[in-house]
């Protein structure tokens, strides 16, 4: 049973910095490209960083560059969100997603959600 679980959520001040964990089992973690998303209230899920199977990482809204950071553990079947310097604004529930083919050059793909983790940035 392939599954995702985020941790490293929590209440943070402005400023602060979190470390989001996304950890994965049931599927072949080093073949999956992963994605973070955040989805505040009323506010639809939008992206926030990715990075592939190559290690290649992207940073997908331009207001968030140069403060987060995302970073992969094969060996921990893991992913890392770091987030530095937070605002208010970046108060959300994160999500990771792994999108996985079936073999490294298969175009059939598999995608798994994790349940979120909730980021709180207030004083």
């Known amino acids: 049973q392939a599954q995702l679980v985020e941790s490293g959520g929590g209440l943070v001040q402005p400023g602060g910095s979190l470390k989001l964990s996304c950890a994965g089992s049931?599927?072949?973690?080093?073949?999956?490209?992963i994605g973070w998303f955040r989805q505040a209230p009323g506010k639809e899920r939008e992206g926030v960083a990715c990075?592939?199977?190559?290690?290649?990482?992207?940073i997908l809204i331009d207001s968030l560059k140069g403060r987060f950071t995302i970073s992969r553990d094969n060996a921990k079947n893991t992913v890392y969100l770091q987030m530095n310097s937070l605002k208010p604004e970046d108060t959300a529930v994160y999500y990771c997603?792994?999108?996985?083919?079936?073999?490294?050059?298969?175009?059939?793909?598999?995608?798994?959600w994790g349940q979120g983790t909730q980021v709180t940035v207030s004083s």
């Open positions: 049931g599927f072949t973690f080093d073949y999956a490209a």
């Open positions: 997603r792994a999108t996985v083919p079936i073999t490294p050059s298969s175009a059939t793909q598999y995608m798994y």
């Open positions: 990075i592939n199977s190559a290690d290649a990482a992207h």
